[in-house]
């Protein structure tokens, strides 16, 4: 018997029942066997202020940061917005960039959106930049994602299903 990943969610949409959210719990649905999931609230950071060092930082952002560090892996799913990312998600980034918590840590990077190719690059871009570990399958794009969900906030697109379950399947063979 092999022990499931603890992966980290962390969802870059503030709204309640997002679909950013909706995928992240389809992701955990579809993964009761592979993974332990949990979710990290971004709202309950300050905003990132360089003026104060590591030793400094408040105690929700080094939840956050020890929430990164011991995780198996972590999916970001993010929408766009104004073609670019979320600032509440920009915002938890930046209160990484000075450690090494990202750092060839196993990352499944999701823009779920109207479009979404901006951010998307953003993302990986930045992720990349901090040392993730990723790969193409880790890496999924879902534009027009309201038009693949219902009115319950499952995924009912087949192809979207699909993507979804290789995610899973490729992050939990991450070493």
């Known amino acids: 018997m ?3 990943k603890n992966i980290l969610a962390i969802c870059g949409s503030t709204r309640k029942n997002s ?3 909706q995928i992240l719990k389809a992701i955990e649905k579809f993964s009761e066997n592979s993974f332990n999931l949990s979710y990290f609230d971004l709202v309950t950071l300050p905003y990132f202020d360089q003026d104060i060092t590591d030793a400094e930082v408040s ?3 080094q939840h956050f940061r020890n929430e ?3 995780a198996d892996g ?3 799913c993010t929408p766009e ?3 670019s990312l979320p600032g509440v998600l920009k915002n938890a980034i930046e209160w990484t960039v000075s ?3 990202f750092s060839d840590k196993p990352t499944a990077l999701i823009t779920a959106s109207s479009s979404g190719e901006k951010a998307h690059e953003s993302l990986l871009l930045v ?3 901090l040392g993730i570990k990723t790969s193409d399958d880790l890496c999924l794009l879902i534009s027009g994602v309201k038009s693949k969900l219902n009115t319950e906030g499952e995924v009912v697109n087949a192809e979207l299903n699909q993507k979804l379950n290789q995610l899973i399947i490729s992050l939990s063979s991450q070493e």
Do not use: C, G, R
Request: aromatic residues 8%; hydrophobic residues 50%; glycine residues 0%.
């Open 2 to 4: 092999t022990t499931k």
């Open 19 to 21: 679909a950013n959210l």
């Open 59 to 61: 105690l929700e952002v």
């Open 68 to 70: 990164i560090n011991k």
């Open 74 to 76: 972590v999916i970001i």
């Open 81 to 83: 917005y104004v073609f």
């Open 99 to 101: 450690t090494t918590v």
């Open 127 to 129: 992720m990349k930049t």
